[in-house]
T-cell receptor, first 116, second 114 residues
Framework: AQKITQTQPGMFVQEKEAVTLDCTYDTSDPSYGLFWYKQPSSGEMIFLIYQGSYDQQNATEGRYSLNFQKARKSANLVISASQLGDSAMYFCAMREGAQGAQKLVFGQGTRLTINP | GAGVSQSPSNKVTEKGKDVELRCDPISGHTALYWYRQSLGQGLEFLIYFQGNSAPDKSGLPSDRFSAERTGGSVSTLTIQRTQQEDSAVYLC????????????FGPGTRLTVL
């Protein structure tokens, strides 16, 4: 079974609109972390936001917020007031186990295109 | 400060040749990771090193792949007898024991096997 599922291969959004990128995950470990990364066409991986499995509140970082629904095992990324520079691939990833050096498991990504 | 660096940025090789890819992590980061990204795909974990502990090699796809980390810093990923399916971008990341273990990625090495 896929550990991380991103069901939207591509999304097209008008500039200044909000956009939600979906991510569902599968784990039996009670301790885990969820990450979102942005990968522009230049190829670098840019960390956006993190949510720990025991965090009580949804994570927020500027225009990024994470809609964490633990019972549904979903961790959707919400980008408010989208900008042309938000066009990129977006990857959801999970770390299983307690904090520390652990590998990340990535989804297949969603390609987001912001239209002017 | 300096981020994660990787060299070379591009490598073209012939099938059957050996290649070495280098990663310089952020100074002071104790953990180092290698991932592989095939065209249009997500990242696939290969191996990680944490301090002096034995590396987690569970993601290496075959015994043609190996990696070492010298002095707890620089790492080299070696692919022996390269095959065309090895063509991908190889990404290195490092992390410290921060609260949530954010991994900082390098720019990657694009490997093309002809």
């Amino acid at each position: 079974a896929q550990k991380i599922t991103q069901t939207q291969p591509g999304m097209f959004v008008q500039e200044k609109e909000a956009v939600t990128l979906d991510c569902t995950y599968d784990t039996s470990d009670p301790s885990y972390g969820l990450f979102w990364y942005k990968q522009p066409s230049s190829g670098e991986m840019i960390f956006l936001i993190y949510q720990g499995s025991y965090d009580q509140q949804n994570a927020t970082e500027g225009r990024y917020s994470l809609n964490f629904q633990k019972a549904r095992k979903s961790a959707n990324l919400v980008i408010s007031a989208s900008q042309l520079g938000d066009s990129a691939m977006y990857f959801c990833a999970m770390r299983e186990g307690a904090q520390g050096a652990q590998k990340l498991v990535f989804g297949q990504g969603t390609r987001l295109t912001i239209n002017p | 400060g300096a981020g994660v660096s990787q060299s070379p940025s591009n490598k073209v090789t012939e099938k059957g040749k050996d290649v070495e890819l280098r990663c310089d992590p952020i100074s002071g980061h104790t953990a180092l990771y290698w991932y592989r990204q095939s065209l249009g795909q997500g990242l696939e974990f290969l191996i990680y090193f944490q301090g002096n502990s034995a590396p987690d090699k569970s993601g290496l796809p075959s015994d043609r792949f190996s990696a070492e980390r010298t002095g707890g810093s620089v790492s080299t990923l070696t692919i022996q007898r390269t095959q065309q399916e090895d063509s991908a971008v190889y990404l290195c990341a490092s992390s410290s024991r921060r609260e949530y273990n954010e991994q900082f990625f390098g720019p990657g090495t694009r490997l093309t096997v002809l």
